[in-house]
């Protein structure tokens, strides 16, 4: 009996044993369940779709891949607050680090007359010593300021060309502003005159290397005249100005107008600058031409301030007296007037004292006439060589002080002064007179002359200007224009276009006389900035035509170095079929669009009112405006 009850209750045991192991494994599952479930849902709920949950009992495994650190501990956060945290295993993982990008390095460099400065963030790689002695070397008596930072980042493609650039161009600017970066310079400065503006253009564009881009703002500010200067003429063949001055446009046309009302004939010149003696310049003008306009002839001369009003040989009295009467009732302030009536000729009347001397083209200069004594003709003699050269002057004057004005030699110094200004030409002192005849190479030497012996003469002093501008002869060794260039080649290229063997780089043979018409054409034309390109019509994949465009572009390149082109300011780039000029649908479009083009590099536009040019304009503004507020205000005291 009692081995079957032992083996019942065994059986009892063993079954009990099997139903509580079902029943733990149901319980562990569904915590595992819930646990995942939840931990799951708080992830979902912050954005961490990239972590993944596992179960394993009571522990909840976290795998995936978080961008970073604050990403991966956020996630570790929010299955916490599900399950304990001591059941969260972490096995996530962070992403590395991408590259951290390399800055903006780039460099400005500000030139004026307190010296250089330069600020901004250049490589470390970059030899600083050495780029602060280039700089101290183009001005050895400024300061030169080092404000630069440095990044632990290596130096960008471009970076070397641009500084390297930036510092051969600050060795001609004197008041400046370059900002260099990777393979783009901008340039804003300020040149003297407009003369000195397109040439600084010309040689900085010049001078870039190809892969260079450049922006280029030159200004050439308005100049200070002193003495601000007017000179105005009424004769037979109609009115004409021997120099004119205003302040401003408006100034100008008022100017300009009013002389062309008494009879202002052919071309004219007006400067506008700075140094006017008073805001009301242009009214005194006007008025002073119309005074002159109503005697019928003469001469109007404004020098700052003092009018010289100047009557034609025989003006009529009573009509004299009254125009000087009216003009110096309705002049402004501060200008005062000086008028000359000539004094009627006389029959047998002896010729006036007279000095005379004249340069030939080849610069000879001859002088005749009367001066006072043999100190005078000993110190006219020495003036004369300095000026024109000792081997150049030959002197035939005579001693006779009768009948010669006081401040004769002043006269005469004066007339031999601006005579050396011409390139020929002839002088005549009198008294009463100075008549200046020639040839000038500069379009500005009339004004200057009139200002000159506005100033030099005095008040109430006549002279006679009659001096012709001739174009300067180009130098024998001067270099055309690249503009001209470029149109001389596009010219050959319209008569002959350069073609290449199909599919290939190879120039065609019956192309190669018009490839060597265009090397003749750059032999001449030395360094310029040129962009060889090719271009494909849309035949075949892209990649491919403008890979071919590249080919022919280089192609041609070679070609001019094969027949000595220096090609160091040239450079080949491939537009493949991305410019078209013709329709790609016709084969009369396709071959248009198959060609070779010779481009100029042209500088880019930089604004002009970046920070700097307006200290620079201020500074030179500042140094070179006279000033003229306080005798202004005594004027208008008075």
Not at 213 to 222: D, E, F, N, Q, V
Not at 361 to 376: A, F, K, N, S
Request: charged letters at 25%; glycine letters at 8%.
């Amino acid at each position: 009996m009692r081995l079957p009850y032992v083996f019942a209750v065994a059986l009892i045991f063993l079954v009990s044993a099997g139903l509580c192991l079902v029943a733990a494994s149901y319980a562990v599952t569904k915590v595992e369940e819930s646990s995942e479930f939840a931990v799951r849902r708080a992830l979902d709920l912050k954005g961490h779709d990239w972590a993944e949950v596992h179960s394993d009992g009571l522990r909840v495994v976290l795998t995936g891949t978080a961008t970073d650190e604050a990403t991966r501990f956020n996630a570790l956060t929010a299955a916490g607050t599900e399950v304990d945290t001591s059941r969260v295993i972490d096995e996530m993982e962070v992403a590395p680090t991408t590259q951290l990008a390399a800055p903006r390095f780039s460099a400005e460099i500000l030139r004026n007359d307190s010296g250089i400065s330069v600020i901004g963030l250049i490589p470390a790689s970059e030899d600083r010593e050495a780029l602060m002695d280039l700089l101290r070397d183009l001005d050895a008596t400024g300061s030169v300021s080092d404000l630069m930072e440095t990044a632990d980042y290596p130096k960008p493609k471009g970076w070397d060309d641009a500084i390297r650039y930036a510092v051969e161009a600050l060795n001609s600017l004197p008041r400046a502003k370059i900002s260099a970066s990777p393979g783009l310079v901008k340039i804003t400065a300020i040149a003297d005159n407009q003369q000195e503006k397109e040439r600084l253009e010309r040689d900085l564009t010049r001078a870039a290397p190809p892969s260079l881009r450049i922006g280029l703002s030159i200004s050439a500010p308005r100049p200070v005249i002193t003495p601000f200067t007017m000179r105005f003429l009424i004769s037979d063949a109609g009115g004409q100005f021997d120099a004119c001055s205003a302040q401003d446009e408006k100034a100008r046309d008022e100017i300009v107008a009013a002389a062309q009302e008494a009879g202002l004939t052919g071309p004219y010149t007006c400067t506008i600058g700075l140094g006017v003696p008073s805001p009301r310049w242009p009214e005194a003008a006007i008025l002073s031409i119309r005074a002159l306009a109503e005697l019928g002839g003469g001469s109007v001369t404004m020098s700052d301030a003092d009018i010289t009003l100047a009557a034609a040989q025989g003006t009529d009295t009573g009509v004299f007296d009254r125009v000087v009467g009216e003009l110096e009732n309705t002049l402004p302030p501060v200008f005062a007037l000086h008028a000359i009536l000539p004094a009627p000729e006389t029959e047998g009347e002896v010729g006036p004292p007279e000095f005379t001397a004249t340069r030939s083209p080849e610069g000879l200069v001859q002088m005749r006439g009367r001066l006072g004594d043999e100190t005078q003709r000993d110190m006219i003699d020495s003036y004369a060589r300095a000026a024109f050269g000792s081997e150049q002057v030959h002197t035939a004057t005579r001693v006779e002080a009768d009948g010669l004005p006081a401040g004769w030699p002043v006269r005469v110094l004066t007339g031999l002064e601006v005579l050396a200004q011409l390139h020929n030409g002839a002088l005549t002192v009198t008294p009463d007179d100075l008549v200046l005849t020639g040839v000038s190479h500069d379009p500005d030497t009339k004004a200057q002359i009139a200002g000159l012996l506005s100033e030099k003469l005095g008040d109430a002093q006549d002279f006679t200007l009659s001096i012709t501008y001739q174009k300067p002869p180009e130098p024998a060794d001067k270099l055309p224009d690249p503009e001209v260039c470029e149109e001389r080649i596009a010219e050959v290229q319209s008569a002959t276009k350069i073609a290449f063997e199909p599919g290939s780089a190879t120039v065609a043979s019956d192309s190669r006389d018009t490839v060597n018409q265009i090397a003749d054409i750059l032999r001449e034309c030395g360094p310029i900035r040129l962009e060889i390109q090719g271009h494909t019509d849309s035949q075949g994949r892209e990649e491919m035509n403008q890979q071919l465009s590249q080919a022919r572009a280089q192609s041609i390149l070679n070609e001019l170095r094969g027949r000595r082109i220096p090609t160091a300011s040239y450079t080949a780039v491939g537009y493949g079929e991305t410019q078209p000029i013709a329709d790609n649908d016709t084969e009369e479009g396709r071959e248009e669009n198959r060609r070779i083009e010779f481009r100029l590099i042209r500088p880019e536009s930089v604004e002009p009112s970046e920070t700097g040019l307006e200290a620079l304009e201020a500074e030179t503004t500042s140094a070179e405006q006279p000033d003229t507020t306080a005798s202004e205000a005594d004027a208008e005291d008075q």
